[in-house]
């Protein structure tokens, strides 16, 4: 088969087969009713907004029908104590991961600091920070998240909700171990895939339990109408453990191969589990807090199987120039290309739907958190298409700035968009008020104007490094030593970053911990007393 | 949407698409690419280095591909040719790297063959290079007053310990050492394809 051949017929197929799947849901697709995207609202309940991260009074009363709510009050029951788990999970990794970042960071800059012990050293600690994020603090939160909403979705309670007790443990019993051998000094050489194979075993059975339930409550469910934020959690349970799987076999994959594994996962691990776990929050946290259904339901289907089709093939831009077949690459090039597609569905819509209520801004911090968030999908996505392209990779490839743009997209919108549904989901499961409304400013304006220091530091300093690099009249310290202030702003970033999340733990150990005022009456707060009880 | 089934078998599809494009054809065409001719198999302490090379995650700021002359000034930096698929034969996996926050090392053994000065690098990399932000190893040795018969003395720029004291190689920066001189894809590569 000849290259062009392969590429055509993967293009070809991607095309026909967004036509196919769009055309497979015509029958709503030109259906002006917005059925589909009042399905999160009780009946009457559309016009009020529900942000229990927003101060009480201005939280207006609820207007809906009242057997719906309980019902809801239910569902959110059923998930308390499992979301409750996940998220503490989330919140320790969150802490390590910025402590190893922060480490690595400052490392960069002073390299005689720390050097005593070999787990402290920048080849590993930097791994500990990448693997603490990538299976710690995104999918402990995402997950949670997804436990939280997907019976409130569905309307019906958590089914199986044991299993993923059982998975949540035995996943983070492995995250442990992993940090640990790679501290140590044991993996397996790829990145994103360093953890050893034998704990990756614990991973696989610890993320099946977890995705049991998803199974179990679909088949209970009391909707017709699957909502657009189950098809991308949904999608997102089984993507990952065939990634996972396919890329952990041991002894299976060879030679170069493994390279374009590697990065057919790598890039895979951020669009089609990290991605539309938070890109599913942001289509359910955003109607909900402004009270007003999403504007276009057909522009999120163009979204969801455009991201589909495309995303998973992207992964090969990570090895332009390298030794790979030509035609694998130009492949990834054109989808990277072809991503913008989807990327301006999604952004047209959270557009649309946000016009006429910013002034919502004011009052929710879900709301800032969810809308930065996506905002910074547009702008990460936008990017790493652009990134794609041989002529500007050439420049790019080997420096800084493919870590600024890896920290716009896991930080600036992936994290931010998990921080603002915690903020809304914590109150439900707890049954408690957040005590401190002004440290959630706090946590939101260091989160985003450390991402922002972050990442115009090292955009600039990784762009002026690759055009040191392919400039062969200057020698290749000047690309390093060019770098070095770039570096220094990039730690005082990471630095308020860190800071924001020692914030976000401390409310969140203040909010489990006060006493008096901040409880609250409240139908959706049998957390609180199941917790009294044990 | 209605089904969910449907979803999910769509969600499969386009996945099983990606993963042929990315997994299943590079695996038919390259995987088993054959050693290019001239390539060495490494030796049982060269591989042992390897493991070194990989627990200190020297890769995460060193690559091993340079690139063709159209995209790169890579050789006329001393770094070599491009690679090809037959230059990793041996390589399990291969340490292809993301970033140059450091110099690509695929030809490092042959631009600098020099035992002593990869160990007293890797001691201390700023006593040779001035300025440099790798990170310093002392880990993989030991400072003593004498070495015992036998031991690898690393010979540093003065200044760099005390008078008096010596600076033994540990066998894990040996092994070290062993790989980085073996990285020498410096034989020509158009043979290799074909």
């Known amino acids: ?387 794609a392209l041989r002529s500007m990779n050439a420049v790019t490839h080997f420096t800084h700035y493919t870590v600024a743009h890896a920290h716009l997209g896991l930080y600036g919108f992936v994290s931010l968009v998990f921080f603002g549904a915690m903020y809304f989901v914590i109150p439900r499961i707890t049954g408690r008020d957040w005590p401190w409304p002004r440290m959630i400013s706090a946590h939101f304006w260091l989160a985003s104007i450390g991402v922002a220091i972050y990442f115009v530091s090292l955009t600039i300093g990784g762009w002026l490094q690759g055009r040191a690099m392919l400039d062969e009249s200057r020698g290749f310290m000047e690309s390093v030593l060019l770098t070095l202030p770039y570096l220094k702003a990039r730690s005082v970033g990471g630095a308020m970053m860190a800071l924001g999340h020692v914030i976000f733990a401390a409310h969140f150990i203040r909010l489990l911990t006060a006493r008096g005022a901040s409880r609250r009456a409240q139908p959706a707060s049998p957390f609180a007393t199941a917790a009294e009880g044990i | 949407m209605h089904s969910e089934t449907r979803l999910i078998l769509g969600g499969l599809t386009t996945l099983a698409v990606a993963t042929a494009a990315l997994v299943v054809l590079p695996y038919i065409t390259i995987a088993d690419s054959a050693p290019a001719p001239g390539l060495k198999p490494y030796t049982p302490t060269e591989l042992r280095g390897r493991e070194q090379y990989i627990q200190h995650g020297c890769v995460y700021c060193h690559s091993q591909q340079p690139r063709a002359r159209a995209f790169a000034p890579d050789a006329k930096r001393g770094w070599g040719r491009a690679t090809v698929a037959g230059d990793y034969a041996y390589d399990d996996p291969p340490l292809l790297g993301t970033m140059r926050t450091g110099p690509d090392l695929m030809n490092i053994g042959a631009r600098q063959p020099s035992d002593q000065w990869h160990l007293g690098h890797l001691f201390q990399p700023r006593a040779y290079v001035p300025g440099s932000i790798m990170p310093a190893y002392p880990f993989l040795f030991d400072v003593r007053d004498r070495a015992d018969e036998g031991e690898t003395i690393v010979a540093l720029p003065p200044g760099t310990v005390p008078e008096g004291e010596v600076v033994v190689a540990r066998p894990a920066a040996l092994d070290l050492v062993a790989y980085l001189k073996s990285l020498d894809r410096s034989y020509p590569a158009l043979a290799a394809d074909q």
């Open chain 1, 1 to 387: 088969m000849s290259p062009l051949a392969i590429l055509m017929s993967a293009f070809i197929l991607s095309i026909v087969g967004l036509g196919f799947f769009i055309w497979s849901q015509r029958a709503h697709l030109t259906d002006p009713s917005t059925e589909g995207s009042e399905v999160i609202f009780a009946a009457g309940e559309i016009g009020t907004p529900e942000e229990p991260a927003a101060p009480l009074a201005t939280r207006p009363a609820a207007g809906a029908d009242d057997a719906e709510l309980a019902a809801r009050a239910r569902a959110d029951a059923s998930t308390a104590p499992l979301v409750f788990f996940f998220y503490c999970c989330a919140f320790v990794w969150l802490l390590v991961a910025s402590a190893a970042g922060l480490t690595a960071s400052i490392k960069l800059h002073a390299p005689d600091w720390l050097t005593a012990d070999a787990w402290l050293s920048f080849g590993r600690i930097r791994t500990v920070h990448l693997n603490a994020v990538a299976y710690g603090w995104a999918p402990m939160a995402g997950l949670g998240t997804a436990l939280f909403v997907i019976p409130r979705l569905l309307k019906t309670e958590l089914v199986g909700g044991r299993y993923a007790l059982l998975g949540a443990a035995l996943w983070n019993a492995a995250l442990i171990a992993g940090l640990g051998s790679l501290a140590y000094g044991v993996s397996d050489g790829l990145e994103w895939l360093e953890i050893p194979w034998q704990i990756d075993l614990l991973f696989v059975a610890g993320g099946a339990l977890i995705g049991l339930p998803l199974i179990l409550t679909l088949r209970r469910r009391q909707v017709a109408h699957l909502y657009v934020s189950v098809w991308y959690m949904g999608c997102a349970l089984f993507w990952f453990p065939v990634l996972f799987l396919v890329a952990n076999v041991p002894g299976l994959h060879h030679g170069i191969e493994q390279a374009t594994m590697n990065w057919w996962f790598g890039h895979n691990v951020l669009g089609l589990f990290y991605t539309p776990l938070a890109l599913a929050s942001i289509y359910y946290f955003l109607p909900k807090v402004i009270g007003r259904p999403i504007q276009s339901y057909n522009l999120s289907l163009l979204g969801f199987w455009g991201l589909a089709f495309f995303y998973g093939q992207v992964g090969g831009h990570h090895l332009i120039g390298g030794p790979v077949p030509g035609w694998m690459v130009t492949l990834s090039i054109v989808q990277s290309m072809m991503m913008i597609l989807p990327v301006a569905a999604f952004t047209a819509n959270q557009h649309l739907t946000l016009k006429g209520n910013l002034a919502a801004l004011r009052h929710s911090p879900t709301l800032r958190f969810m809308c930065l968030g996506g905002l910074m999908y547009t702008a990460s996505s936008v990017q790493g298409s652009f990134e």
